[in-house]
């Protein structure tokens, strides 16, 4: 069975809106499905689509293939904050957990790559030591 996420059109004529569902391949998009994942309403403005990334997750992990448009609409869920895209998949506890997280790796990476740009300072420091000292020598 060729699992696939795609959208179904809903609503009326010149007022359409999408469920994105879970659905056999060899059905058609209007036929049965297996599960909701989430709404798309195009005409809306803001905040438009709604998604249960942990739902998705589970599904494309047992190998579901999302549509083209399904996964630009994962990509922006995954890029605005979770309250924004996602229902009841994470906590705020979690959120500001993960922001502290990212902080501190930034700020590690800002340090290895201040460390990095002290090396060479120091090390034709110590040349320069050296030189010197070998002038003295001779």
Not at 66 to 93: F, H, R
Not at 106 to 111: F, H, L, N, T, Y
Not at 112 to 131: L, M, N, Q
Request: charged share 30%.
């Amino acid at each position: 069975m060729a699992v696939k996420i795609r959208l179904r059109r809903m609503g009326s004529r010149n007022a359409a809106f999408y469920r994105v569902i879970v659905q056999d391949g060899r059905y058609a998009p209007t036929s049965r499905f297996i599960e909701t994942l989430g709404w798309y309403d195009p005409k809306q403005e803001g905040n438009n689509f709604s998604l249960n990334l942990d739902r998705v997750e589970y599904w494309v992990s047992n190998g579901a293939q999302p549509s083209d448009t399904v996964k630009s609409l994962i990509k922006k869920a995954k890029a605005l904050p979770v309250e924004q895209a996602v229902t009841g998949a994470v906590t705020e506890e979690e959120v500001s957990a993960e922001a502290v997280e990212a902080e501190s790796a930034e700020a590690s990476a800002d340090e290895e790559v201040e460390a990095k740009a002290d090396e060479p300072a120091a090390e034709e420091a110590a040349s320069a030591e050296e030189a010197a000292a070998d002038k003295e020598k001779a």
